[in-house]
């Protein structure tokens, strides 16, 4: 090769490394599911539980084969478009109200959202509670409930806070205190149902959080606390009521137990662990990669207290681990933790091979004993032979024509043919992006000039950190409405000191009115998937805030200066 050939095999190279990257992603976006989840698996008869269903087709689903066995309302839906590296994508998240006709373990069959369908789901419905809330009655009650009265040293026990609420709110602020000696953390978005107690219906805001003692003896766990506002008639305005509710839940005491003498190291409590194996290759054979899949199932626990999934050795075989995925949810009122794990086998030398049973210790708290949890082992004919020695020549290496044989090769030749017939458009991609990114830092560039001349009387864009931006985003898009609310009450510069005080803050009609779609969904049985949607869009370029007009400073000096 002459050196006046060098950069063009260099481009080409640059070329089909790119094309092969654009595959890989419109592979990537080409896998998208439809799946469907319950924000609860677990409610009393009487409550109303709601179906989730996510998915990338333009269609919606089809509720008619829940009829039978629910009645159905609230239906909902938002859409998100995001834009990534691999170009454009929509997503719709479709929400429903379902309420059982009848009690027992009810399976949700799989749905029709245009050309893909979702997985059955289980719903297990109790008899109706006849235990009545010690404030039963009250406009405004909170209670507080542990999964575990007495539980060990460091395990992960449910704690649940329930609003029950018989008047429509307005706005409020639900707080849970943190208690000394034990970490509490809240856990995934607020469940919302009705439920019927005495004659009277009441909205239920539900909220889980995540307790673990740090030590052992007497943990005093204070009361939950609401402040808000309910709706006011014309008869309570006319008497001067302001329509503010109260509430405190009483003060819980859990017995924390230390660990056992002798229990097993790593210590994890837990009150069930499953193992099992997702998927076993049949055959391995020389130089080739095969997928072994392990699941963990961990009743009681989150996924940062599990110890890490680690196959034992092979003799004669390569194993790779790709990253844990870690699936946490609240199932009976405690965390429920499902770690799967992908390994890649690769073996090296033909013949027989063992993997022993994968094993795990742990501690049943249910019955106060040590177990383990086991997988059987595995057993392999490897088929093939070792790869050729190190001293053998590389035909690719020497340019001979041995070369294009090679796995390498062969997808070199498949991307060069791919690319040649649409070489133009390749190139009028890399230049459009070209452009695209020019323009970027040309705009970027001219908004500081842009942005001097300034008008005493408009509202201020001041652009918050891109940090809090982001805490916004990832609480929109993970948090839950409690978390979002504080997102936006730092976003101020002092941050409001509550809700009312951000949205008099607010210039922006869309803002205020995103804020009030928030508050209603959060304590008045508004469409939380709209609001969130309303307030990504809202928010989207930071919020706009509500500017005094400043006095204007002329060119002139005064008519009549001052001594």
Not at 252 to 265: C, K, T, Y
Not at 466 to 479: E, V, Y
Request: aromatic share 6%; with cysteine; net charge neutral.
């Amino acid at each position: 090769m002459t050196r006046a050939d060098t950069p063009t095999h260099g481009f080409r190279h640059r070329l089909q490394a790119l094309v092969l990257l654009l595959l890989c992603l419109a592979t990537g976006m080409a896998t998208a599911q439809t799946r469907a989840w319950l924000d609860r698996d677990r409610i009393a008869f009487g409550e109303t539980v709601t179906l989730n269903i996510e998915t990338d087709q333009s269609a919606t689903p089809d509720y008619g084969p829940l009829r039978h066995e629910f009645d159905i309302s609230g239906r909902s839906s938002s859409r998100q478009v995001s834009l990534g590296s691999g170009g454009m994508s929509t997503r719709t998240l479709h929400a429903v109200a379902l309420k059982p006709r009848s009690d027992g373990v009810i399976t949700i069959p799989a749905l029709r959202v245009g050309g893909a369908t979702t997985s059955p789901l289980s719903l297990v419905v109790t008899p109706a509670s006849a235990a009545v809330p010690a404030r039963a009655g009250d406009d405004v009650f909170l209670e507080s409930t542990a999964d575990d009265r007495d539980p060990y040293l460091q395990q992960a026990v449910g704690w649940v806070v329930r609003l029950y609420s018989a008047v429509p709110l307005v706005s409020g602020q639900l707080d849970q205190p943190q208690p000394d000696g034990a970490t509490l953390r809240q856990v995934g978005d607020d469940a919302q149902y009705t439920r019927e107690i005495d004659g009277r219906r009441y909205t239920v805001i539900e909220r889980r959080y995540l307790l673990i003692p740090e030590r052992s003896g007497r943990l005093e766990i204070p009361g939950a606390v609401f402040q808000g506002r309910g709706t006011v008639g014309f008869f309570d305005d006319f008497l001067g009521r302001s329509g503010e509710l109260n509430a405190r839940a009483a003060t819980r005491v859990l017995d924390i137990r230390p660990v056992p003498a002798g229990a097993p190291q790593p210590w994890l409590p837990l009150h069930d662990l499953q193992l099992r194996y997702q998927s076993v290759p049949k055959d391995l054979s020389v130089g080739n990669a095969a997928t072994l899949v392990v699941e963990a199932v961990a009743d009681g626990a989150s996924a940062a207290q599990m110890p890490e999934l680690e196959l034992p050795a092979i003799d004669g075989v390569q194993v790779f681990a790709e990253p844990v995925q870690a699936d946490e949810r609240f199932v009976d009122g405690r965390p429920r933790v499902t770690l799967t794990r992908r390994f890649s086998l690769v073996p090296t030398r033909g013949g027989a091979a063992t993997m022993a049973g994968l094993s795990m210790d742990w501690w049943d708290v249910g019955s106060g004993s040590a177990r383990t949890a086991r997988l059987p082992a595995l057993d392999w004919d490897i088929g093939g032979s070792a790869a050729p020695a190190a001293s053998t020549p590389d035909p690719a290496a020497a340019g001979g024509p041995a070369a294009a044989s090679t796995p390498a090769a062969s997808s070199i030749d498949a991307a060069r043919a791919s690319v040649a017939p649409h070489r133009g458009w390749v190139l009028a991609t890399l230049l459009f992006a070209a452009l695209w990114l020019f323009t970027l830092v040309w705009a970027v560039q001219r908004t500081p000039a842009a942005g001097t001349s300034k008008t005493a009387a408009a509202p201020a864009t001041v652009r918050p950190p891109a940090a809090d931006l982001r805490a916004l985003r990832q609480a929109l898009d993970t948090g839950d409405l409690g978390d979002v609310a504080d997102r936006l009450r730092a976003l101020a510069r002092p941050p409001a000191k509550d809700i009312d005080e951000l949205r008099a803050r607010l210039a922006d009609p869309a803002q205020r009115a995103a804020v009030d779609a928030m508050e209603q969904a959060r304590w008045g049985g508004g469409d939380g998937v709209a609001a969130r949607a309303l307030l990504r869009e809202a928010f989207a370029k930071g919020p706009r805030w509500v500017r005094p007009v400043a006095a204007e400073t002329g060119v002139l000096p005064p008519l009549y200066p001052r001594d």
